[in-house]
């Protein structure tokens, strides 16, 4: 913390950090075809913008989350809930703001899920906002243990109806390849352990063996199921199996998984608060831990995800959000990929940011711009604006 402390006192006059206004805009964007998994399908991909105005002029900007059917009532609790108990406070006091929003998790009639999908907007802008200030982006505020990673493909996704499921797979894993991924976390669960495994075997085929390969079934398999899986595919060298087992009893399916089938698991993007990730690291479930710092309450609350997880020798992954994953996985040493979609399925990463990085060799360097480093397309946001 002396280090974040130091950084303090070189920014603006602290009355020029005053928050005196927030703005939240919902964006909606159509795919151009439904992408199916094991149990769910999407047609549709959306964020929410958000912007911290300060009394120097100083904005803090960034964009989180995928949530649909529930984006109006993550928009009221911002709106209605959260923007009062923030606006006046400085924006150099993140955790007194982010103790400030919690209270709107307390509803118990309300799924709590979207309360922390609601904190994580402004906590992602507020963190934008303070390395603005400091003239430094966020990964080396938080540790800046590199400036670079392998990037992957969530990708892998069932054929539609009627279409070839071999010439599917042999497309995307081509398309992949051409635009510059390193890896795909490829989609299973919605099949049988055979049918899935004859299907990641030709992805592996097409890939070549320097891919980096891994799987995700999306809580579609039992355990026997999942372990089935395994066996089938030991000599694919797959690097993790991400949420094997169905979500009756996964936390110790997922155990019995890793220790019968003698594979890495990957989950933690399922558990929206802090107390789940830990309980996933500490039953022994989980070798990587995927926590989404959009869903869980923003990077604030990651990187004390990271803190427990380092303490049991556990990955960190980020489920997809690779606008704010670069910084965060790159800032500590046990961080693994950035994690993204191919412009079909989310066109708001491949649009949205004006100066997107490109991938270079399979690897995706961090923005080097103070805060996030992102400089947002606003015809595009005005383009998908959605009226809530």
């Not at 989310?346 to 480093?373: C, H, K, M, S």
């Amino acid at each position: 913390m002396s280090s974040i402390t130091e950084l303090k006192r070189q920014t603006l006059n602290p009355a020029d950090l005053k928050i005196e206004r927030l703005e939240f805009i919902p964006i909606r964007v159509p795919l151009k075809r439904r992408f199916k998994g094991s149990h769910y399908s999407m047609t549709s991909r959306c964020t929410i913008v958000t912007r911290i105005y300060t009394a120097g002029g100083l904005i803090g900007e960034a964009y989180n989350g995928d949530t649909d059917a529930e984006q109006s009532v993550i928009l009221s609790i911002l709106r209605n809930e959260i923007a009062p108990n923030i606006i006046g406070r400085s924006a150099l006091n993140i955790e007194g703001a982010w103790e400030a929003m919690l209270p709107s998790t307390y509803d118990i009639l309300r799924d709590r899920s979207l309360s922390l999908q609601a904190i994580a907007c402004v906590d992602t802008a507020l963190w934008d906002l303070f390395g603005k200030a400091v003239g430094l982006p966020l990964f080396q505020i938080w540790g800046g243990y590199r400036n670079r990673l392998q990037v992957i493909c969530i990708g892998g996704y069932y054929a539609a109806e009627g279409e070839n499921e071999d010439a599917e797979i042999t497309r995307q894993i081509e398309k992949y390849l051409e635009l510059g991924f390193g890896g795909c976390k490829f989609k299973v669960g919605g099949r049988s352990p055979e049918v899935d495994a004859q299907r990641t075997r030709l992805a592996r085929k097409i890939a070549g063996d320097d891919f980096v390969l891994m799987v995700d079934a999306n809580q579609g398999y039992t355990r026997q199921q999942a372990i089935q899986f395994c066996r089938a595919t030991a000599d694919l060298n797959l690097r993790w199996f991400e949420e094997p087992c169905q979500w009756l009893n996964d936390r110790f399916s997922m155990r019995d998984v890793r220790l019968a089938a003698g594979v890495s698991v990957a989950a933690g993007q399922s558990e929206s608060t802090r107390a789940g990730q830990r309980d996933l690291i500490a039953s022994g479930a989980i070798d990587v831990c995927n926590a989404d710092a959009s869903w869980i309450g923003g990077p604030s609350e990651w990187l004390r995800v990271a803190a427990i997880a380092s303490a049991y020798e556990v990955q960190m992954g980020h489920h997809e959000e690779p606008q704010v994953s670069a910084h965060l996985l790159a800032s500590i040493p046990h961080g693994t990929y950035i994690e993204t979609f191919d412009p079909d399925r989310d066109p708001i990463f491949w649009n949205l940011i004006a100066n997107r990085q490109t991938f270079e060799g399979g690897y995706y360097t961090v923005p080097q711009g103070p805060g996030l480093g992102l400089e947002l397309d606003w015809e595009y946001i005005n383009r998908y604006r959605s009226v809530q």
